[in-house]
Each structure stands twice: as structure tokens, then as C-alpha cells.
């Protein structure tokens, strides 16, 4: 490819010596459809995406078959957006030489498509016709998210000498430094232009670049070979968590509950995090589904009474966004003693009228209590003559109170949720 300089020069000197009639042409204008003077064309023209050397490059080779004509001197090549019988062909670069066959360029890769043309011209000014229109073919590549494919998609090469006979679909590994290429897909000219790689059936390609080669018989009758440009994709992964762990964990005085403490990662949006049990090394089951909106997340596990005498295990795990890649954290365990049993005492004789300890019916009840707390008396009829939800609170039977044996209900609640009913009788006398 021929310096911005050289180029100048070039132009420069063949804009002042070859006259009016290239001056248009090599200056930045279109030239006539038309040719000028007895000057054939070129032939089997076509533009090739050259990736030899570095896969990501964006060089664009324009290739032609030279003309026949003895006095050419070389080559303009022009470049435009769209049909340039309307629009113009604009000045690309100029190539000395009869028996040049090749121009490279570096094309950005804006998504644009852009057509080419090519003149001959000889040393007398005489221009060539301009050939047909051509475009190379343009890949595109879309990978969606959460997925394992990569839809690839294609425009069709234009203005081929011959006719496009078919499109082959290219599959390399830059992590493999592009030493495997193989053919994944083929089509005829017709298409389509489309198709899905499931990449889950390639493991062993990690970096994965694709590339479209469209295939012409060719006037002169050898086959002509366009390269589109070559497209490198990364599969879409979710974010992941930067850290998480189970900071804590620790049994309650009752041993009916593990008090655990969490650290997540808030950072991590659209992804989710499991608590894990296991007890007594039986298989892990879920427990709990979090979306923490803090750092630090505190869990309680609860009503654990039926694995008393049991060693709980826990285990904290991420998944990402698309619900896969699980990562897990260390188990962490703590022993689960068989919690104290509550103990009951109750008076079974009072003194009606007794101002003192003697004249008090209240049941002592020993362990932690929940929220639940119930006394009834009945008289001999079993009609309820006493209640009280208060555990300071007892029953003071005065003198009008019968002497005889009166039935009572106690209903208690401990905070390990464990609910006990006692029943009996007490005596009153005076």
C-alpha cells in the first residue's frame, strides 16, 4: 500500500502530464462510464479481506487481472457508497504498472458498505471503461445474551465477474493462534445468508473467529476467491459475585436455631445466592433463596428442635445472571446438643384468706418463656373461675372461696416454640 505521500506525488505528476483528459479521473472526480481511447479494461476483478498475518486487521485487498492493452501504465481504483452510475465513484488510489494486479487498503471498520470500480489508463491519457460496481461480502455476528450460539449473518458479494457460485462459512481460535481453521457451513449463491453456531458443539474453541468466503467462476475461467472481513465474538457471560462467604455461625442458648452471618457481594446485580444444609452429612438441600441488598445479610435458621443431638453443615453459592457458573463456599458446621427440657412445680394445697405465700396458687414453670401464657382455675362444676395471662400473677381464692379441690390448666409457650399443657388439681382449705 503506497504511502499518503508517494500517492501525492504520483497523482501530482501524472494530473501535470497526462493532460486534460485523466486529470478528472486522478483528482478526485468520476471519469465517464465511457472509455477513453482504445484501452481494455480489466478483468476478474474482486476485493478480498486479507487477515494472513493478523487476523484483526482491517486491509482490504483489491485484485484485478491486468488489461491486454500493451501501452497501460496502471491502475485507478475509486470507491463509493452506492449505485456510482448515480453517484460518484470517488478517487481511491492510483497503482503504477501494467502488470499490477493488487492494491491494498485500510479500510475502517464503520459498518458502511462501499462499492469499487477500476480503470486502466495508458500513457497517452486514455482511460478504460470503468468496470461494474463490486462489493465485497460484509459479516456480522450477533451473540445473545444467557445463550451458547452465535447467529452469523451475511451480505452477498456484488458485482462478481460470472456470478457468485456459493459462500462458505470459516471457523478459527485465536487462543489456538488461528493454527485450526475449519468449514462449518456452505451455501449456494442463493443463500441463505445466515447461520447459527452452537458453540457448546466446539469446546475446545474458546476464542472463536469467524470469516464468510464467497466463491465466482471467473471470465477468464479460474475461480475467483473473496474473503470477508474476519469477526472475532466473545460469548456473553453474566456478571459473577467479586466475593462472598459465611462470616459466622453460631447455635442459640436453646439450640433450636443457627444464627448465621453472611457476607455478599452488592456490586453483583441479577444473580442470585442459595443457602445450603446439610445434617449429619446426608446430601445438601436448599434452604433459602437471597437477594441481599447489603453487605452483610443475618439469617436464622429456625425451629431445628427435630435435629437436636445433630451436626448441622452450610454452604453459601452464587449463580450468575443467566443461572449458571455456581460457585460455592467452604462448608461450615456447628453442633446441635439436645436442648434443657422444662421443668414444672405447682402447689397442690393453698389457704383461702392467707395474705402470704400459703394463700397464692402460682405454678413455677423453669425455663425461658415464649409469648404464651395461660392459667385457668374451675370450680367442682367445671365453670372457669380464674384466668390470667400474666406469669407474675396468681391465684388469691378469699373466704368466699369453698373449700374442696378445684381443677387447673396451665398453657405455656417457650421460645424454642415448643407449646406445654399442664393439668391437675389443687386443694383449698381455710
Known amino acids: 500500500m503506497k504511502s499518503e505521500k508517494s500517492i501525492g506525488k504520483l497523482l501530482r505528476r501524472l494530473c501535470v502530464t497526462l493532460g486534460s483528459g485523466l486529470w478528472v479521473g486522478l483528482c478526485g472526480w468520476p471519469l465517464s462510464l465511457e472509455a477513453q481511447g482504445d484501452v481494455e479494461p480489466v478483468t476478474d476483478y474482486y476485493a478480498t479481506y486479507n487477515f494472513l498475518s493478523d487476523i484483526d486487521s482491517n486491509v482490504l485487498s483489491i485484485c484485478w487481472t491486468p488489461s491486454v492493452t500493451g501501452s497501460v501504465v496502471g491502475y485507478h481504483i475509486c470507491s463509493g457508497r452506492a449505485d456510482y452510475s448515480n453517484d460518484p465513484c470517488l478517487s481511491l488510489d492510483t497503482v503504477e504498472g501494467r502488470d499490477t494486479g493488487r492494491a491494498d487498503f485500510l479500510i475502517s471498520d464503520d459498518g458502511v458498505r462501499r462499492y469499487y470500480g477500476i480503470y486502466a489508463f495508458d500513457s497517452a491519457g486514455n482511460a478504460s471503461a470503468r468496470t461494474p460496481r463490486f462489493s465485497p461480502v460484509q459479516l456480522r455476528a450477533e451473540i445473545p445474551e444467557c445463550g451458547d450460539t452465535v447467529r452469523l449473518s451475511w451480505t452477498p458479494y456484488e458485482g462478481m465477474p460470472g456470478g457468485v457460485q456459493g459462500y462458505a462459512l470459516f471457523m478459527t481460535d485465536s487462543c489456538m493462534g488461528y493454527s ?183 405454678p413455677v414453670v423453669v425455663g425461658p418463656m415464649g409469648d404464651i401464657y395461660e392459667l385457668n382455675v374451675y370450680d367442682q362444676r367445671g365453670r372457669l373461675i380464674y384466668h390470667t395471662e400474666d406469669p407474675e400473677a396468681g391465684w388469691h381464692p378469699d373466704d368466699s372461696i369453698h373449700q374442696g379441690a378445684y381443677a387447673y390448666s396451665l398453657r405455656v409457650r417457650f421460645i424454642d416454640n415448643l407449646i406445654h399443657t399442664y393439668t391437675g388439681t389443687v386443694t383449698v382449705i381455710k
Open 180 to 362: 485450526e481453521v475449519i468449514e462449518i457451513y456452505n451455501t449456494g449463491a442463493d443463500g441463505p445468508c445466515a447461520y447459527t453456531v452452537d458453540m457448546s458443539e466446539y469446546p475446545d474453541f474458546h476464542c472463536p473467529w469467524f470469516f464468510v468466503t464467497a466463491t465466482g467462476n471467473g471470465t477468464s475461467g479460474y475461480p475467483l476467491l473473496s474473503t470477508s472481513r474476519a469477526r472475532g465474538v466473545k460469548m456473553r457471560t453474566a456478571d459473577t459475585a467479586a466475593f462472598f462467604a459465611i462470616d459466622t455461625l453460631v447455635a442459640d442458648s436453646l439450640h433450636s436455631a443457627v444464627h448465621l452471618l453472611l457476607r455478599t457481594d452488592i456490586a453483583f446485580h441479577g444473580g442470585r445466592y442459595t443457602l445450603w444444609r446439610s445434617v449429619d452429612g446426608l446430601p445438601w438441600n436448599p434452604i433459602a433463596e437471597l437477594t441481599p441488598t447489603e453487605s452483610v445479610v443475618e439469617y436464622i435458621d429456625a425451629n431445628l428442635r427435630s435435629f437436636s443431638g445433630s451436626t448441622l453443615c452450610y454452604q453459601l453459592s452464587v449463580v450468575d445472571a443467566c443461572g449458571r457458573n455456581p460457585r460455592y463456599t467452604r462448608a461450615s458446621c456447628v453442633a446441635l446438643p439436645e436442648p434443657p427440657t422444662p421443668d414444672f412445680y405447682c402447689p397442690n394445697t393453698i389457704v383461702a384468706g392467707d395474705s402470704g405465700v400459703n394463700g397464692v396458687f402460682l
